[in-house]
């Protein structure tokens, strides 16, 4: 019910754009998160947006290189991360919160889509 696109293999400094669409039914009134899993670590919250998009919220690592938006009018949510780094390497994941609001904790998510390779090399 949720589709992640958008990684790939970009080289330190530059740019990808996430996207994740809904099928089957709306996320509007939900909120949103994309979290991030590396290789031999936990899953991580990276960032959060309310289902008006009235707020967003970022984990310090990423704050200020990412953006979160969406389109509730195309059930999609967006990942715009820039000025990439080594260590943003991970399987990204976005996921739908049980209530309005987002959280950083994976466990407040009860929708999960299939997750897309983010490889960023030095």
């Known amino acids: 019910q949720l589709q992640a696109s958008g990684g790939g293999l970009v080289q330190a400094g530059g740019s990808l754009r996430l996207s994740c669409a809904a099928s089957g039914r709306t996320f509007s009134n939900n909120g949103m998160g994309w979290l991030r899993q590396a290789p031999g670590k936990e899953r991580e919250f990276v960032a959060g947006?309310?289902?008006?998009?009235?707020?967003?919220d970022y984990a310090d690592s990423v704050k200020g290189r990412f953006t979160i938006t969406r389109d509730n009018a195309k059930n999609t949510v967006y990942l715009q991360m820039n000025s990439l780094k080594p260590e943003d390497t991970g399987v990204y994941y976005c996921?739908?919160?049980?209530?309005?609001?987002?959280?950083?904790?994976?466990?407040?998510?009860?929708?999960w889509g299939q997750g897309t390779l983010v490889t960023v090399s030095s």
């Open positions: 996921a739908a919160a049980r209530t309005a609001y987002y959280s950083r904790h994976a466990a407040s998510y009860n929708y």
């Open positions: 947006i309310t289902w008006s998009g009235g707020a967003t």
